[in-house]
């Protein structure tokens, strides 16, 4: 798993509880895991195709620094699959969980496109 983006949690991430919500998690995740496959695919044209069953381990509260975590899991025709873990970075708990989240390179008109990666063609430096 590589972590690359941390983020802050601060007044507006928080929910009614005063806890991160859960919204504002997904949409980062959903962001970070658009560009990393974007970057493993060479191509800005690729879209959510589906995000597998999501476990909220625990929560995080303002002023927590979280970490966003992707592993490559599969590559297809025209698709990537990566698993993703959120934890906390000082103290290294597990807040979510997704086992799988699908990207399909599309073309212009939102068609799913061969992308001509392998797996042996796919770095994993960046």
């Known amino acids: 798993m590589q972590f690359h983006t941390r983020k802050l949690i601060r007044p507006e991430d928080l929910n009614a509880r005063n806890t991160l919500f859960g919204?504002?998690?997904l949409r980062w995740i959903d962001e970070e895991s658009g560009i990393y496959a974007m970057t493993k695919l060479n191509s800005k044209s690729v879209v959510t195709k589906y995000m597998s069953e999501i476990d909220f381990v625990s929560s995080?509260?303002?002023g927590d620094v979280i970490e966003i975590g992707l592993a490559f899991k599969s590559i297809g025709?025209?698709?990537i699959t990566f698993s993703c873990e959120v934890r906390n970075v000082f103290t290294g708990q597990v807040i979510i969980s997704i086992e799988n989240i699908v990207f399909v390179n599309v073309?212009?008109?939102?068609h799913p496109e061969p992308h001509g990666k392998t797996l042996e063609n796919l770095q994993f430096d960046r």
Not at 107 to 110: A, E, V, W
Request: cysteine-free; charged content about 25%; overall charge positive.
């Open 23 to 25: 919204g504002a998690l």
């Open 60 to 62: 995080a509260v303002q």
């Open 107 to 110: 073309d212009k008109l939102g």
């Open 77 to 79: 025709r025209t698709s």
